[in-house]
């Protein structure tokens, strides 16, 4: 994911930090220590736990997606919560157990904590008042955290579960559900736009309330839902079509090439692509995209320039399930027994798909 960092990795998944949350984060505690020193501590274990809440949360979604094979790529964290970068598979049972995992995990560490505290103290009652735990001067003993657990855990899942709002956990459960009486497309469709609709309503909530945070979140939410059912869409359209079929012969260029003579012959003699495959002793190396060149470029070695964003796929591989290489790399290498078969690049993908959405109907 662009703009986030790496702090580690667990079960062969990179946890990161999108660069909004880091911001967040320290904006939150920096606002606190203004405050007081104290004040500005417990807003930082006061968040950290909040967050690992949260991490826990989507390592749950991962680890179930991880047992029916899903890939699970990176778990980042973003103001607004996390997100398992989990590849979409049309397999509602499983969406259903995933989607499911995360808000489960919730509830029962809230009934844990509550357990614990039931037979910590009979005062159980003080340690789970709301605004106590959510105000400023809140209980950081072990009591204390153990009623800002039940809270944020009940919450959280509740939030998750119970708002059927795509792409909500309680969205993909009814997208699940759904997809058993329907066409899969057609109930992300539905899931989106019940989705979009309560965003719409959250949004104008918050707008009457007056918070600014709950407005944003709506947005967010909002395209989030938008851009999914689309991403969904695109991948039935392209389910059936073979990587081998859309292939093209592209110019390969000689990495050891100077910039300029490329783009001289860019109009005449290379047909008016943009992207290149480079080679080196006949290996690819990387991308030429001309659309990434500055002016300062025209002197160096085309292999000095070429991007890394490549990827290799099988000719026989089907465009639906490799549809996510499109979205990070400017070209795709089809091969065929170990040979470069062909090349495909988003553009060929983005007019394959305005081609099929006009043609074929669904
Ligand atoms: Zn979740």
Request: charged share 20%; net charge neutral.
């Amino acid at each position: 994911m662009a703009n986030s960092y790496r702090i580690f990795k667990v079960f062969g998944i990179s946890v990161e930090l999108h660069i909004t949350f880091i911001l967040f984060f320290m904006l939150l505690v920096f606002i606190a220590f203004l405050n007081s020193f104290s004040a500005g501590v417990r807003s930082f274990i006061f968040l950290f736990i909040l967050f690992f809440i949260v991490l826990l949360h989507e390592l749950c979604h991962s680890i179930v997606a991880i047992r029916y094979e899903f890939k699970v790529n990176s778990i980042t964290l973003y103001p607004i919560g996390g997100a398992a970068n989990v590849e979409i598979k049309e397999n509602p049972k499983a969406e259903f157990f995933i989607s499911f995992a995360g808000p489960l995990f919730n509830f029962v560490f809230a009934w844990i904590c509550f357990i614990l505290l039931f037979l910590l103290t009979p005062d159980y009652g003080a340690y789970l008042n709301y605004d106590k735990i959510f105000g400023v001067d809140f209980d950081l003993s072990l009591l204390g955290v153990l009623g800002l657990l039940v809270w944020v855990n009940f919450i959280l899942g509740s939030f998750n579960l119970f708002v059927p709002a795509f792409p909500m956990d309680g969205g993909r459960v009814l997208r699940a559900v759904l997809a058993n009486y329907m066409d899969y497309v057609k109930a992300t469709k539905i899931a989106s736009n019940i989705g979009k609709i309560s965003f719409v309503f959250m949004g104008i909530i918050g707008f009457m309330i007056g918070n600014i945070f709950l407005i944003l979140i709506a947005v967010l939410l909002f395209f989030a839902a938008d851009s999914e059912s689309r991403l969904v869409e695109v991948k039935a359209y392209l389910k059936g079509s073979k990587a081998g079929e859309l292939s093209l012969k592209l110019n390969e260029i000689d990495g050891n090439l100077i910039v300029k003579d490329v783009s001289l012959m860019r109009d005449s003699f290379l047909q008016n692509r943009k992207i290149f495959p480079v080679v080196l002793n006949n290996t690819i190396i990387g991308v030429l995209n001309l659309d990434y060149l500055n002016p300062e470029d025209s002197e160096k070695y085309v292999k000095d320039v070429a991007r890394k964003n490549f990827a290799v796929v099988n000719s026989e591989a089907d465009l639906s399930e490799i549809f996510e290489y499109f979205l990070s790399n400017d070209l795709v290498i089809v091969a065929k027994n170990n040979m470069v078969s062909g090349y495909l690049t988003q553009d060929a993908i983005k007019n394959y798909v305005d081609y099929l959405s006009k043609f074929k109907k669904r």
